[in-house]
């Protein structure tokens, strides 16, 4: 599998202060079943990192939730290497994906919603990517 593919620990926002940063900004959109909260922040060691929420309010199973996760986490890292070419050098780009549908989802869904994503973060890039 290539390096570009992966998603490892260290790509992922575990750490209380990330996260705190993260929804304490301001920068959020919708892409429907998500809400994307977005931050910039000095460049740490990954030029992108990124997180998953689903609410039990949403999503009463255990099973659902980490389906969704699971899903999500699959999309994103088949189509993060497009924005990572992208990101200026000197900043970090936090992610989050907080799920906002009652039901769960295909993976087509997930899948259109974390490319969309992508599309509306590229302004927060150095250069932006010219469609075919």
Do not use: W
């Not at 575990?14 to 959020?28: P, T, V």
């Not at 998500?34 to 030029?47: C, I, K, N």
């Not at 009652?102 to 997930?110: E, G, N, Q, W």
Request: charged letters at 35%; a positive charge.
């Amino acid at each position: 599998m290539p390096e570009s593919q992966t998603l490892k620990k260290e790509e992922r926002i575990y750490l209380r202060s990330e996260l705190n940063e993260l929804f304490a900004s301001r920068g959020s959109f919708v892409c429907y079943p998500f809400r994307v909260v977005y931050l910039e922040v000095p460049r740490q060691e990954l030029p992108l990192k990124m997180m998953v929420s689903v609410p039990k309010r949403r999503l009463k199973h255990a099973v659902d939730r980490n389906r969704i996760k699971r899903l999500t986490r699959e999309a994103y890292r088949l189509t993060k290497k497009e924005l990572v070419e992208q990101i200026d050098p000197e900043v970090t780009l936090l992610i989050g994906f907080i799920y906002l549908k009652d039901r769960l989802s295909r993976y087509s869904t997930v899948q259109q919603a974390v490319e969309e994503a992508f599309k509306k973060l590229q302004p927060h890039t150095k250069e932006p990517v010219e469609d075919d």
